[in-house]
């Protein structure tokens, strides 16, 4: 009876369709539904056999890459390796990746690593990161690891995908260029420590000739101050010696002690510390210098000529100059001594060549022996008894290495000739005599 109302009601309501009609426009839909799911099922298993293509192929061309290759999935764990990291780490992906390659990072690397990874892996990051880690055959190799986030085709984060390559012998390299350099730089160290040593035990030597020179220089006022004590005392005894004999005394004796301060004083001036670059007259150091030896020269009757037509004015450090030219000078008067030559003489020389002046001192000593000729600028070489063979080798740094110039040597007639050359100053330029 419900399914006789229910047509009658159906009727009613619906007139001109019959049941039939109706079932079978329900079965036309049931048959749309059931090709559309049909198609659907299709199209995802025609998806998902395209993807798990996709990834086949790129896991197939990744095992082919020449780097390490590596992926993750969005909750950072790592879940394959490429052929080339599981050769480099000896590994397999059936094994627990995850732990096993985090625990062949280097204990010092580790920690900095996976901070700096979950940082950028937080971020969504790009990044680079220098690392070491154990290789197949037990020895720690450098990784160059560069990894980057992935997102599906609707822009969801699904993980990271990164590559390294092996850059241990770039680091090796590095390092190698390091330890040379700390090397250089030791060695640095050491030589400037060698030069200072140098320096000051040349300065020293510099004082013993230059005490020698006082002397010298010393003897004759010494003398004269003398002669003056002695004439008192005769004047004394024979009445004679009244206030203006005694004023005219006193007068002779102050100048001569003023003189003999001043040598203190020039002496004091040539040894002070002086790294001032400046501007100098060759001819004045000359002149400074002749101040100082000429008394031990005069005692060993050796003449010195000076030729200088016209002054020339250089760069470089003046005081320091000048030990130099001092030393030279000496070893010109030694080698008259030892030869026992009756007339020594000493020549010197200024003119210019080109951006240079010249500074040229030849003496008639004998000249230096050929067996001995190369090695005269060589620290610690001589010939002297109580010698300690450092003068002309600080006289070549302060020239060539200190002011850039240059110094020659050679044998002539009777003697051995020394050049010295150093750049001329820029016309002009403020002279700073010493």
């Not at 969504?124 to 070491?132: A, K, Q």
């Not at 002297?384 to 020239?399: A, R």
Request: proline share 2%; charged share 25%.
């Amino acid at each position: 009876m419900k399914s006789s109302h229910y047509s009658r009601s159906f009727k009613a309501k619906t007139p001109g369709i019959s049941l039939n009609q109706i079932d079978e426009l329900m079965c036309s839909v049931n048959r749309v539904l059931k090709n559309q799911a049909h198609a659907k099922r299709t199209e995802c298993a025609h998806w998902e056999a395209a993807l798990h293509g996709a990834e086949e192929n790129f896991r197939t061309i990744a095992d082919a890459a020449p780097v390490l290759m590596w992926r993750t999935n969005a909750d950072h764990t790592s879940y394959w390796f490429n052929k080339l990291w599981q050769e480099f780490t000896g590994q397999t992906l059936s094994q627990d990746m995850r732990s096993a390659w985090i625990g062949r990072i280097h204990p010092d690397d580790a920690e900095l690593r996976l901070k700096l990874y979950r940082q950028h892996f937080d971020a969504r990051e790009s990044f680079c990161i220098e690392y070491r880690i154990q290789h197949r055959d037990g020895a720690y190799r450098w990784l160059l690891d560069n990894g980057a986030p992935i997102y599906d085709t609707r822009g969801d984060f699904i993980g990271y995908i990164g590559t390294c390559i092996d850059i241990t012998e770039r680091k090796e390299m590095e390092q190698e260029r390091i330890d040379h350099l700390q090397q250089l730089l030791h060695a640095t160290q050491q030589s400037a420590e060698k030069d200072l040593v140098m320096q000051r035990q040349a300065r020293l030597a510099g004082m013993g000739e230059m005490i020698g020179n006082i002397a010298h220089q010393w003897r004759q006022p010494i003398n004269s101050l003398g002669l003056i004590l002695s004439d008192l005392e005769d004047a004394s005894l024979f009445g004679e010696c009244d206030l203006a004999y005694i004023q005219t005394a006193t007068s002779k004796s102050r100048k001569i002690i003023q003189k003999m301060s001043n040598t203190i004083d020039d002496f004091r001036h040539f040894f002070r510390d002086d790294k001032t670059l400046g501007t100098f007259s060759l001819k004045k150091v000359t002149e400074e210098c002749l101040n100082l030896v000429e008394a031990a020269m005069k005692v060993h009757n050796i003449n010195i000529v000076v030729r200088c037509e016209q002054d020339v004015f250089v760069k470089g450090y003046a005081n320091e100059y000048s030990q130099a030219v001092m030393n030279i000078l000496s070893n010109a008067k030694d080698a008259i001594v030892d030869r026992k030559k009756d007339e020594g003489e000493i020549v010197i020389e200024i003119s210019e060549l080109g951006e240079f002046g010249v500074h040229t001192i030849t003496d008639n000593g004998g000249g230096i022996p050929d067996e001995i000729f190369p090695k005269i600028f060589e620290p610690h070489f001589t010939t002297k008894e109580y010698g300690v063979g450092i003068g002309l080798y600080m006289t070549v740094v302060s020239i060539e290495k200190n002011m850039n110039g240059r110094i020659a040597v050679e044998n002539v007639a009777e003697g051995a000739r020394f050049c010295l050359n150093l750049p001329k100053a820029e016309a002009g330029g403020q002279h700073v005599i010493h």
